[in-house]
């Protein structure tokens, strides 16, 4: 067995581990929001004709999502579902999923803003710590790796016997960290801010760009769904390389190269 | 299969703790007023600070949402509206020079300002419409403000069915903002009752529970302590934040 190499400052494993608090609080607490008003429309003001989902339950025990305006039941999963009381209720998503659990607009506005504010602060603080002692550069997606994408991908499926040649992180992972990192974590951030009467009227090009107040909505839902299949993908690939090999690199930063081949997650 | 097993127990695992955790520790741990740090921060960072967009004719909801609580049903209210209005007087009281109580024709004479503007509701729905009325600044200007007063009260027709009336409050610095209106037209006729007759606030850079209906008396204060529960507003008392610009 090779050493153990000390993967994870603390900066990095403290990072982390707050934003994995901050992810399940917020994305909670959003559906909690989403609930006072479940629809989501491409447009500025609210416009049914430019309805892209709506949640609801048309009567009492049924409830039904209509995406692009093709209807669909979903009784039990989302419109009629549990109202975190221990009863039944018309709410679009179920009360095991929101915090609090039952329908309540005041302080789910309340964790969303402050773990908003948690998982910002962090972002900032990891961005300037990283930056300052180079994890950063060597995590970012250049140019030159687009090529070693694809053989990368290739390997995974199995077509190509080795892996392209790498330093810490493989293409694949500085594609997924760069996109998730630089690109949708600012703009579900920018997106919500956009929600906002105060910023808009600070910054009235910021909800211009994303089509207007209730696009912004539209936008900061689509961003969380990414967000979760990033989580998704993530929790997958650190069960099947080496899931306490992971873990312990992660909360203690150091990893063992030698009990398990392939890449990291 | 049983990798697949394991990742799909420990996300759905994680998942379905998180509701019973959060609502556990708000309940009964007291974890709220940690929760609550996050406004003072949001009214530093965002504040009250340029215009909201305004609209044009063509971009108004012609049936404008209703929300809130229900129009007044009183005797009072009732009788207001049968007279057109003509008893009602806008009150502007507490922490002034001069004590007002303008008629709805004296508020009609001071000059107009129309706004097409988006009311965005803490539900998350927005409409658009076009309001006119007067300048909040311009009547709170006619009152006069005493040095040490910081906050405008308002204070509404309309109350709960337990009875607790509503109310509203900016603070000075909100209140001089030039789309602050009290609004005597919506979509180019008087209020109807339903949408806060005779007169509503607007204020456009904040949530729309900011912009109380039914107003009937400004009371300038220096604290909003002594008002309902002490937070500064019917839906403030109920836990949502005094600062409603996000």
């Known amino acids: 067995m090779r050493p153990a190499v000390h993967r994870y400052s603390l900066a990095t494993r403290l990072a982390h581990w707050v934003w994995v608090l901050a992810f399940f609080a917020l994305v909670s607490s959003g559906l909690q929001i989403f609930n006072a008003s479940p629809q989501l429309d491409a447009s500025d003001k609210s416009d049914p004709a430019r309805r892209v989902l709506s949640v609801d339950s048309p009567q009492d025990g049924k409830g039904t999502t209509t995406i692009f305006g093709r209807t669909i039941g979903t009784t039990g999963w989302l419109g009629w579902t549990d109202d975190g009381m221990g009863g039944k209720g018309a709410r679009a998503f179920p009360g095991w999923i929101t915090i609090p659990a039952y329908q309540d607009l005041a302080s789910g506005r309340r964790w969303h803003l402050f773990f908003g504010w948690v998982a910002s602060i962090c972002w900032v603080a990891w961005l300037i710590s990283a930056a300052l002692k180079g994890t950063l550069q060597k995590m970012l997606l250049r140019p030159r790796d687009l090529r070693d994408c694809l053989a990368m991908q290739s390997y995974y499926l199995k077509l190509r016997k080795t892996p392209p040649p790498y330093d810490t992180y493989n293409p694949l992972q500085k594609a997924a960290y760069t996109a998730i990192g630089l690109v949708i974590a600012p703009l579900v951030v920018l997106t919500g801010l956009a929600l906002s009467p105060g910023i808009d009227a600070m910054a009235q090009p910021l909800t211009a760009l994303f089509g207007g107040r209730q696009f912004a909505r539209l936008w900061h839902f689509a961003g969380m769904l990414l967000l979760i299949g990033f989580f998704c993908i993530h929790i997958f690939q650190v069960a099947t390389q080496g899931f306490f090999n992971q873990m312990r690199s992660m909360i203690t930063g150091w990893y063992r190269p030698g009990e398990h081949e392939g890449g990291t997650a | ?246």
């Open chain 2, 1 to 246: 299969m049983k990798r697949r097993l394991f990742v799909a127990s420990s996300i759905s695992a994680a998942l379905a703790a998180c509701s019973p955790i959060g609502t556990t520790l708000q309940d009964h741990f007291g974890f709220g007023g940690v929760l609550k740090s996050a406004e003072s921060l949001d009214h530093l960072v965002i504040g009250t600070r340029g215009m909201a967009k305004e609209y044009r004719d063509a971009d108004v909801d012609a049936q404008f949402r209703v929300n809130g609580l229900d129009t007044p049903g009183d005797a009072t209210y009732a009788s207001y509206v049968s007279q057109g209005f003509r008893p009602y007087r806008l009150v502007v009281d507490g922490d002034v020079d001069r004590k007002l109580a303008l008629s709805l024709p004296q508020l009609q004479k001071m000059m107009q300002q129309t706004q097409i503007t988006r009311h965005d509701c803490v539900e998350g729905w927005s409409a658009i419409g076009k309001w006119q009325g007067v300048r909040l600044a311009d009547a709170l200007a006619l009152a006069r403000p005493k040095t040490g007063a910081r906050y405008v009260v308002f204070h509404c027709m309309d109350m709960d069915p337990d009875g607790n009336p509503y109310y509203e409050s900016l603070d000075l610095h909100q209140a001089a903002h030039p789309q602050a209106l009290l609004a005597l037209r919506l979509n180019g006729k008087p209020l109807d009752p339903d949408h806060g007759a005779p007169v509503r606030l607007r204020v456009p850079t904040q949530l729309g529970y900011k912009s109380a209906k039914w107003v009937r008396r400004i009371e300038v204060v220096s604290t909003f302590a002594a008002i309902g529960q002490g937070q500064g507003g019917y839906w403030e008392d109920q836990g949502y934040e005094w600062y409603a610009g996000i």
